[in-house]
């Protein structure tokens, strides 16, 4: 079956590109192995959520996901506040930029079931699921993709957006510049006595940061940053145990009427290919970049390289081009790169800067925070970063 695009990896950033692949006429074939499980109101809430900022709502409206996806669970934030000591804290609020929210916190599950349902308004989209790649192998014009029933399909552009152990990368060629931050981040659900709230906060610790993101109803996530045998033990206790350990180490601010619900951990990984594209390939999101999840910045970014990819693919439809041309994809790494690069140095350089106790640097980083809470236009920019606007 010969393909415009065959995209491997239909998770968020993946279902995104092909539906916004498919809106511009091309044929597109997506493939994953695993479909979400359906929605339910009473399903317990998933322990992966992704804070979506307001440009990826902007898409997720243009590809028609958006309507549907707030039917669903999901708990706008107001507010985003971070600190290390107590009266050195800065804060922001949307209504600094006159806007309604700074984003959404929303399962990773329904963001993608919400793309998946738009599937079947494109007769040029063709779900392979649940699938996996046997094998691939170039040929003079693209790339043949051979599936685990048999199937063949032949691109004229093959897009990794399988995560962060991308097996299109590896076959690829494409090299990873990647280090172990040695820690680990457990995600933890709880059920609170308050209602739902709107400001997700974070203070910085010397083992790591402690988060909370606003959940819808009565429940938050809790977020804590550690060392990996730190994070293992925790992972070991049970919920009323990580219930006491969560008392003795999360800020006051958290209120302690509160039960845990569930729990998972994973470790932190810095890993960023050294190019975006090879003959007929590209990556998008993790296959391309994985980021310190402290601003919780990750599939923005993969949100933002599918509209990269999707103005440079337009453009070339324009002119006549075919989209998969080296000038093409290079026109994308161009538009990507740095921009992640930016997002994940800055990453870094929060997490190494506040894993050091040393007291210059902590009186140094603490007058910094509390400086950078005066409200001003520097501030208010950097917000409207955050924002993807």
């Known amino acids: 079956m010969k393909q415009d695009v065959v995209i491997v990896g239909a998770g968020m950033v993946g279902a995104a590109a092909a539906i916004g692949v498919a809106k511009l006429g091309l044929s597109v074939a997506v493939i994953d192995a695993f479909a979400p499980k359906p929605y339910e109101p009473e399903q317990a809430l998933d322990i992966r959520v992704s804070a979506i900022s307001v440009a990826s709502e902007k898409l997720l409206d243009e590809l028609g996901a958006l309507t549907s996806l707030l039917s669903m669970r999901n708990a706008p934030y107001l507010g985003l506040e971070t600190w290390e000591l107590d009266g050195c804290k800065t804060a922001f609020h949307a209504s600094q930029v006159d806007a309604s929210h700074l984003g959404h916190i929303i399962e990773n599950r329904l963001i993608q079931l919400a793309l998946w349902q738009q599937f079947e308004s494109y007769p040029n989209l063709t779900l392979f ?15 043949l993709v051979r599936l685990d029933n048999g199937d063949e399909l032949d691109a004229k552009l093959l897009i ?15 090299g990873i510049t990647a280090w172990d931050y040695s820690q680990s981040a457990m995600l933890i659900n709880i059920s609170t006595a308050e209602s739902q709230q709107d400001v997700t906060w974070q203070q910085f610790t010397q083992s790591g940061p402690r988060s909370l993101l606003p959940l819808p109803g009565n429940n938050a996530s809790l977020v804590w940053y550690d060392d990996s045998k730190r994070i293992k033990q925790l992972a070991g206790l049970s919920n009323s145990q990580l219930k006491q350990q969560i008392c003795e180490h999360f800020p006051k601010r958290l209120n302690r009427d509160f039960e845990v619900l569930n729990h998972g951990h994973f470790g932190l990984t810095r890993r960023h290919a050294q190019h975006y594209y090879a003959d007929n390939v590209l990556l998008l999101g993790d296959a391309a970049h994985t980021i310190n999840p402290l601003a919780g910045q990750g599939v923005n970014l993969g949100f933002k390289d599918v509209v990269a990819l999707l103005n440079v693919m337009n453009k070339a439809i324009s002119a006549g081009d075919n989209i998969a041309q080296t000038n093409v994809l290079a026109e994308y790494q161009q538009a990507r790169y740095h921009d992640n690069l930016l997002m994940m ?39 409207k970063y955050a924002m993807g606007l």
Request: hydrophobic content about 45%; aromatic content about 8%; glycine content about 6%.
């Open 129 to 143: 699921c649940p699938h996996k790649v046997a094998q691939f192998s170039r040929h003079k014009e693209g790339v």
């Open 160 to 174: 990794a957006a399988d995560g962060a152990n991308s097996q299109v990368r590896q076959w690829a060629g494409i």
């Open 345 to 383: 140095s800055a990453m870094d350089m929060f997490y190494f800067g506040f894993s050091n106790d040393l007291l210059p640097l902590k009186l140094l980083r603490n007058t910094a925070l509390k400086l950078a809470n005066i409200d001003n236009p520097i501030k208010r920019k950097v917000l």
